[in-house]
């Protein structure tokens, strides 16, 4: 087996296209045993030739909101202020973000266009609070809310992939959610898992056939994790604040040892800026998050728990 290529610029501006896959709530322990039951054929493929972390923190308090707000905001809730799922840039704040409080901030829809006014984005959702984390609204070219309808969300995104073929296309589907609050851990989260993985692979198969599928990045990202019970979050338990992140794509070269995670510690407020890092883009100031640059082959210069200053110490 020869040497993967050395990366080129350490991936930046590696992307044409990113697409972002945002699955609400994954609890990791249920996606193991689904995925370790060759249960979750695309998922298994992303994992094998991307990059993924199963360890991915997402930030407090676990609700959904904060946690969209970080992934797209780059930034965490002390920074951006929403702290919430009634959050809104209108409403009552207990803490504005950073920039103040009555100013949208900076996100990866408008940072994309303050340096790329005429590149396509595109947000299609099915939990309606996404659309107030997405301002100013000009910024996103194609916004389109299917309230909890995973199946039309999923089918406009690929209807839209192919005529439009986005700069930045941002996706989010909740049924997994719903079925870890309707019925906690269990069977019907797990079908849940299995039918957005037959989404995925369409999202794949849309990909390619847009004519893209050399030229974009694909992100997939989950906001938080789940309780013990597999049924809530907002708490402040390991297994609800890790989630699992993945990146996969041709700039995007397979571990050096196969189906090896990241060794790189994966915060959700880092998605923002690795898709930046991607697009050739740069981040603002008030990002908090950085690209992780092992996505694309660049090997990390030092993390802290593979030292040997720790082995001495332990
Ligand atoms: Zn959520």
Redesign the pocket.
Known sequence: MSAAAPPVNGGFGSAAHVVVLGI??IAVPEFLVELQGGRLPNFARIRANGRYSDHTRAVAPT??KP??ASILYGADTSIHGVDSNDWRLDGPQAVPSIVGSAVPFPNLFSVLKAQEPDSATASIYA?PGISTLTLPRECVDFDREFADQDRKTIDCAKAHLLSAKPRLTFIHL?DV?HAGHDHGSGSEYRAALRTTDQMLGELLETIEAAGMKETTLLLIV???GRDSQGKD?GGWSLSEIETTWMAYGAMVPPAPTPETPLSTPVSLVDTSPTVLHALGLDQPLEWRGRPVLEVFGVKPKWVWAESAVRKQAA
């Open positions: 609400d709530g609700w959904s946690n969209w939990w909740d959610d989950s906001d938080h979050h």
